[in-house]
Nanobody, 121 residues
């Protein structure tokens, strides 16, 4: 079971990007999914989280600008980022707290490989 993130890139201030993270494997269900980010010299921080029934929560710094969503049928989580600021520059990581595969085995604390988002002025 793996998480594969994509969609990062270089964008100007005020622009938009959409990140995608797909879970691969014989997946039965995924519990909570989230996006984190880590800027140079800073600790990794939670950006947005979504439960398996669609409840969301956001860091104060991105409320009103970022939207997290998921497609349970495709085992994906998306992060739509609008009105990007220079301080949003970071490596973004997707995370799943628990993935259950067909057969019942559970995988916990899974991270994607990270995707770079750079916002320039």
């Amino acid at each position: 079971v793996q998480l594969q993130a994509s969609g990062g890139g270089l964008v100007q201030t005020g622009g938009s990007l959409r990140l995608s993270c797909a879970a691969s494997g014989s997946i039965f269900s995924i519990n909570v999914m989230a996006w984190y980010r880590q800027a140079p010299g800073k600790q990794r921080e939670l950006v947005a989280v979504i439960t398996n029934n669609g409840r969301t929560n956001y860091a104060d710094s991105v409320k009103g600008r970022f939207t997290i969503s998921r497609d349970n049928a495709k085992n994906t989580v998306l992060l739509q980022m609008n009105s990007l600021k220079r301080e949003d520059t970071a490596v973004y990581y997707c995370h799943a707290d628990e993935i259950t595969v067909r057969g019942g085995m559970k995988y916990v604390d899974l991270w994607g490989q990270g995707t770079q988002v750079t916002v320039s002025s």
